[in-house]
């Protein structure tokens, strides 16, 4: 029997890296961040946490639909807030029922804890469902226990697991030294007493305007000169070290870029199946500088090219931005990469420029692939705030 999945209520945002193989207990501060069990927990570098709880596999069936549940915490804040995603996952003509339930009526889903009922999830306009501050704290009070955590709307039930839920607490009450502290969702007790960590500033990243803007790239106005052009195609090769199996300095932390040696075996095994080339691309970003570009990897779903920043003063020095790009346009460098199958989850990063360089200003997933087409959530490891350098309004 055919299965389909379609969200109803759901937080994403459908921000697509390349598939990376994370340790399970990882550092917060990088891809799916801590994971154990069926919960992850994602920390920025504003020291906000975002704690996922997903349904476990092994119970999702046609009488048990899959559900999430994020918790949002801000470093010094007592209590975080608690968002709640749906799916509509059922068989063949059922689905549709699923999404009506949901529909008629936003105030009809029913949490119970332990099979004990706290009342009704509020959800806003846009679908996103809301914990009240009596069910969170009611939630976390049962996070050291066996608990059974189940939403309700008519015939059909979502569960949320609680394995991992304990561990992904204690692991935050770490990270934002709340171990010891009546600030600690698990450990409160612990004579280990730490120092609560305040939040930090969220960083400003000025964009420069003095860039190329696809208009006039495309219509080839200001284009590389020809004798430059040919300088830099007959000589970034030396620039950059081909012969380097592992390219240092990539800011992402994945300096494979295989594909720019034509010697080496992925090259010579892609070259034999494909009619893409893989010469340099060389996109102007103003009269002083200049993007070099290279296909680096590909995969099933996924590829990625570098990209490094020639300045023109000096331009055998290329400064390498990241081997893992997905596109070039407007002054932003982006990667969108696939998880799993065919969108199941997303990774993303972008780079902005700001007159000198292209800087980091967004480094996130969707969280771990769970049935979510698109993935359940935003759980961003960097983030930043983005203004004019003029500082005209956007």
């Given amino acids: 029997m055919k299965i389909s999945t379609t969200v109803i209520m759901i937080a994403v945002s459908l921000l697509p890296l390349p598939t990376m193989a994370y340790d399970a207990y990882g550092t917060p501060f990088e891809g799916w961040g801590f994971v154990k069990d069926d919960w992850q927990l994602v920390c920025d570098n504003t020291l906000t946490c975002r704690a996922a709880g997903y349904a476990d596999e092994g119970l999702v069936s046609e009488e048990i639909l899959s559900a999430s549940i994020l918790l949002t915490i801000v470093a010094g804040e007592k209590l975080p807030s608690a968002e709640v995603v749906l799916s509509s996952e059922d068989y063949d003509e059922q689905e549709k029922l699923v999404s009506d339930q949901l529909s008629e009526n936003t105030d009809n889903v029913e949490l119970s804890l332990n099979d004990k009922s706290y009342g009704m999830v509020q959800f806003s306009a846009d679908g996103k469902g809301q914990l009240s501050r009596a069910q969170l704290q009611q939630l976390l009070k049962l996070a050291n226990q066996n608990t059974k955590i189940q939403f309700t709307s008519g015939i059909y039930k979502w569960q949320v697991s609680d394995k991992g839920l304990a561990a992904v607490l204690l692991k935050l009450d770490e990270v934002q030294g709340r171990i010891g502290t009546p600030l600690a969702f698990i450990s409160k007790n612990n004579p280990n007493r730490q120092?609560?960590?305040?939040?930090?500033?969220?960083?400003i990243?000025?964009?420069?305007?003095?860039?190329?803007?696809?208009?006039?790239?495309?219509?080839?106005?200001?284009?590389?000169?020809?004798?430059?052009?040919?300088?830099?195609?007959?000589?970034?090769?030396?620039?950059?070290?081909?012969?380097?199996?592992?390219?240092?300095?990539?800011?992402?932390?994945?300096?494979?870029?295989?594909?720019?040696?034509?010697?080496?075996?992925?090259?010579i095994n892609l070259a034999e199946y494909s009619s893409n080339n893989l010469d340099w691309d060389f996109t102007p970003v103003n009269a002083n500088y200049t993007l070099a570009s290279h296909l680096c990897w590909r995969g099933a779903y996924n590829m990625g090219a570098g990209f490094w920043l020639i300045i023109h003063a000096k331009p055998s020095k290329p400064q390498l931005i990241t081997t893992s790009a997905s596109d070039y346009s407007d002054g932003e460098i982006s990667a969108f990469h696939k998880d799993r199958g065919i969108g199941d989850c997303w990774n993303s990063r972008t780079w902005v420029w700001n007159g000198k360089t292209f800087a980091l200003t967004e480094d996130s997933s969707t969280g771990m692939c769970r049935g979510f087409a698109g993935g359940a959530w935003n759980l961003p490891t960097y983030v930043s705030e983005v203004i004019r350098s003029d500082n005209k309004v956007q």
């Avoid at 081909?242 to 090259?267: F, T």
């Fill in 195 to 203: 120092t609560p960590k305040k939040a930090l500033k969220i960083p």
């Fill in 205 to 267: 990243v000025k964009k420069d305007y003095s860039y190329l803007g696809d208009a006039a790239l495309e219509a080839g106005q200001q284009a590389l000169d020809p004798k430059k052009l040919a300088y830099f195609q007959a000589n970034i090769s030396r620039w950059v070290d081909i012969n380097s199996e592992r390219l240092i300095g990539s800011e992402d932390g994945m300096g494979d870029c295989e594909l720019v040696n034509p010697k080496s075996e992925a090259s």
